[in-house]
């Protein structure tokens, strides 16, 4: 069972940055397409940023592009998201996904796992 954890969350001045984790256990090969998404009460969920595990293709909304990095460390079975320049407007529970085999993208999709998301509050 693939167990997915996020931290890094916070409140943060607009222009500050903050970094994502989420921890992946229970994962048993590494041809995932794995996801940061935001979500707000009432608000549909934006996918911000995906990429392959195993390395190669990103892709990122237009609305976070060169401003938010996502990465892996395969040492420590960790996704990240850096997340610079924010915006009040990113304010949102940021929440990491997984699907084996899935494509790399950043449109709406099913994914087979979800993390239980972590706040980031962006201030004026």
């Known amino acids: 069972q693939v167990q997915l954890v996020e931290s890094g969350g916070g409140l943060v001045q607009a222009g500050g940055s903050l970094r994502l984790s989420c921890a992946v256990s229970?994962?048993?090969?590494?041809?995932?397409?794995m996801a940061w998404s935001r979500q707000a009460p009432g608000k549909e969920r934006e996918f911000v940023a995906a990429m392959r595990w195993s390395g190669g293709t990103t892709s990122y909304a237009e609305s976070v592009k060169g401003r938010f990095t996502i990465s892996r460390d395969n040492t420590k079975n960790t996704l990240y998201l850096q997340m610079n320049s924010l915006k009040p407007e990113d304010t949102d529970v940021y929440s990491c996904a997984d699907d084996p085999g899935g494509p790399v993208t950043t449109a709406p999709r099913a994914y087979d796992y979800w993390g239980q998301g972590t706040q980031v509050t962006v201030s004026s």
């Open positions: 229970g994962r048993t090969f590494s041809y995932y397409a």
